[in-house]
């Protein structure tokens, strides 16, 4: 018995789909390019400090986060922070590195005080965001692969938390792997804390 000529088509059209889908995707320029000319500030580990964690308020949660994570590995943390105001009218928001790896990339949880509330999760080494005056601004963050080949990644806020949007820019500072150096325009943002580099 034939099949109809429509049934045949819709095949046609859904592996079309699945088989181009990956193509395109490859094409698409990356998110961050958005930042390209934006006033950009970055923090890393550095710029956490024990004293800018308000312990106290975060405890429970921070435990809660912290269980959550122990299966990864990396040495745990949770007893600092840093702390820096998104965008004008909203909360400020504390970045807590829980655990970081040997390669100098860590996982950060994000929490506000007022209200009480776990904001998502980010993970790298350098992170590099614009104070924005329009609500929760992307953050992209950079990590470590090797000594000179590294990734960046773009969060965006979404459904009331940070969350990593599922891209993988690979660079290479040597330029032996065939993959591009980090974007010049990263270098350029304004460093949040004396530490920064260390």
């Known amino acids: 018995m034939k099949k109809p000529k429509s049934a045949l088509l819709l095949v046609f059209f859904v592996c079309l789909f699945v088989f ?48 959550r994570k122990k299966k990864d590995g990396g040495i745990e943390f949770a007893d600092r922070a840093f702390r820096l105001q998104l965008f004008p009218k909203g909360p400020e928001v504390y970045f807590v590195p829980l655990t970081c790896g040997a390669t100098g990339n860590c996982v950060w949880a994000m929490f506000s005080v007022s209200p009480r509330k776990y904001l998502g999760e980010i993970h790298g080494q350098y992170f590099y965001t614009t104070i924005s005056g329009m609500g929760w601004p ?39 792997s065939g993959n591009r150096p980090r974007p010049s325009f990263f270098e350029n943002a304004r460093q949040l804390c004396r530490d920064y580099g260390t």
Request: positive net charge; charged residues 30%.
């Open 20 to 67: 181009v889908q990956p193509v395109e995707a490859a094409r698409r320029k990356p998110r961050w390019l958005a930042l390209k000319n934006k006033p950009l500030v970055t923090f890393s580990w550095g710029c956490a400090t024990t004293d800018a964690l308000p312990k106290r308020e975060l405890d429970r949660l921070l435990d809660r986060t912290l269980a």
């Open 138 to 176: 992307m953050i992209v963050s950079y990590g470590h692969i090797s000594s000179s080949q590294g990734e960046l990644r773009t969060f965006e806020f979404r459904n009331g938390h940070y969350c990593w949007i599922g891209d993988s820019f690979r660079t290479d500072e040597e330029n032996l």
